[in-house]
């Protein structure tokens, strides 16, 4: 028996919410997860270290994948089934692979994975198989698979749909994240931080935050933050990378397809696109589960790292700052056990485990 609280409207459907900014008509079917709505934080105590009292984290792997790529996704699989596809095909640096599984799964048609091999977080990998998902690893890395597969959607006709972030539907999707953020605040951010690969999602966020302010909703729209890993970073190079390197490897990509329209957002917001290290952003990924209790996926800690970096440079303060953290923690176990010390191991008695804590 279900019971409702009075009062409390149900919980609806993310593309029916913000129906009117979305490619959804009465034809297209309905299919969801149960994307979106994810928590928008208020990071305390973290604030207080770096010297920003008005940090907030909008918590997107608590999406149903684990990551903001279903947001895109729920739109681009309703719209592939609309349009008669019986196949969604994408390359991933892992979550979009883990997503347009799970959405193709729910929808009864075929999904197809270009990755790169042996760079896949160990859970996005998992869930993609799971899922039964078709994965083809390639000894190459994420700029070679997109190239792959946009090759092969388009020699597959309309029976086969490409989900990467250059699906447009995808971005409209995405864009959703930034109506949540000023919904919940009753503004918009002055400032939003985002880790940047593909570059699609902070193109996303900032069409959405232009979308509410054309519509009235809010009058103002925040300086874009984006933060690329120092190893991966095309935007502050300049031109693209034919070695990306990082420990984030969701974000290890040299060549982003969504160049123009992530410097545009960059340039049109009087925002950047920066750099932060390996080590700065397991410090600030470290920092979130420590301080703040959010476990989030390495390259979702690149935002915060951003943000404490141009704190430090005297860039920012009081604003108030979002840092959107992408992806979920248990996504890469093997980086995070590396980034944790052994386990102490006890005998099964409390005078021993008194004596393994030093008490
Ligand atoms: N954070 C996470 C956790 C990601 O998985 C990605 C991209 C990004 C940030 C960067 O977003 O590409 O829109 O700039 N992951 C893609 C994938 C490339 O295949 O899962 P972007």
Redesign the pocket.
Known sequence: MTETVRGMAARPRLVERYRRFLPITDATPALTLGEGFTPLVHLRRLGERYGLPNLHAKV??QNPTG???DRGMVVAVSKALEDGSQAVI??????????AAAYAAAAGIECIVV?PKGRIAAG?LLQALVAGARVVAIDGN?DDALRIVRELAAEGGRSVTLV??VNPHRLEG?KTAAFEVCDDLGRAPDALA???????????WWAGFCEYRAAGIVDTAPRML?FQAAGAAPFVAGHPIDHPETI?T??R?GN???WAK?AAARDESGGRIDSVTDDEILDAWRDLARVEGIF??P??G?GVAGVRKLAAAGELSAELIVC?L??AGL?DPATAERAVAPITEAHPTADAVRSALRW
């Open positions: 997107e792997g990551s903001f790529k994408c390359a991933s640096t892992g979550n979009t692979s883990a997503s990755l996005k994420f990467n972030s995405q985002i880790p940047v690969g593909n570059a699609g999602n902070i193109s996303a984006g984030a969701a974000i990509i982003p397809a969504s992530a989030c996926e390259s979702s690149a959107v992408t992806g996504k």
